[in-house]
């Protein structure tokens, strides 16, 4: 079956600008997460969802980052006033209860320049 | 603050040979993830471990759990080449009675296995 699947696979940007990434996850996966993965680190937890709802959005750094996922399914991943600190790799994952188990996508590689 | 601890980082092997990376954690966890990431590539679920001793195989790669001493290990047995890539510890932060929780995740450990 398909994975999850994340858009767009490159972003390049200017410092200053507004960003969107998408992430569509497994179907039927009611959990939804955001990771943030630094050149040579491992990722880094941003949100996660649980339905609708955000559960714990805890890793989020500051507030020009905001994510949604009004239907449950597809969530989007919001980034103001870009600063070059945010270039990295934002991984999507996405899992079901009881397994728990976190599948990911292949990741949007962001570029603020 | 839960800590997660890869050792070691850097790891450069010679095909045939053996070694073990280790993975500690700071807090209790009722479960421990191994991945592995190709360059350029998303993270590939290796293996779960869900209880205390837990153990499981795949290949040359094995795993195990010691939740009292906060630890696993990933075993490579006989490396060859394809096994080169950068491999990941996660422990699972479900807290209480939810059904679901974040990872956090080691820094990693950077494999080269060379003829």
């Known amino acids: 079956g398909a994975g999850v699947s994340q858009t767009p696979s490159n972003k390049v940007t200017e410092k200053g600008k507004y960003v969107e990434l998408r992430c569509d996850p497994i179907s039927g996966h009611t959990a939804l997460y955001w990771y943030r993965q630094s050149l040579g680190q491992g990722p880094e937890f941003l949100i996660y969802f649980q339905g609708t709802g955000a559960a714990d959005d805890s890793g989020l750094p500051n507030d020009r980052f905001f994510a949604v996922r009004p239907e449950g399914s597809v969530s989007t991943l919001k980034i103001q006033r870009t600063e070059r600190g945010d270039s990295a790799v934002y991984l999507c994952?996405?899992?079901?209860?009881?397994?728990?188990?976190?599948?990911f996508g292949p990741g949007t590689r962001l570029t603020v320049t | 603050e839960l800590k997660v601890e890869q050792n070691p980082l850097f790891l450069s092997m010679q095909e045939g040979k053996n070694y073990t990376i280790y993975c500690n954690y700071s807090?209790?966890?009722?479960?421990l993830y191994w991945y592995r990431q190709d360059p350029g590539k998303s993270l590939e679920s290796l293996f779960v471990?869900?209880?205390?001793?837990a153990v499981k195989q795949e290949g040359r790669l094995m795993a195990s759990l010691d939740t009292k001493a906060r630890l696993s290990t990933l075993h490579i047995t006989a490396a060859v080449h394809d096994l080169s890539a950068t491999y990941f510890c996660a422990v699972d932060m479900r807290v209480g009675g939810g059904s679901q929780g974040n990872l956090i995740f080691g820094k990693g450990t950077k494999l080269s296995v060379k003829p």
């Open positions: 471990l869900l209880s205390n001793g």
């Open positions: 807090t209790t966890s009722d479960r």
């Open positions: 994952a996405s899992s079901f209860y009881p397994s728990r188990e976190q599948y």
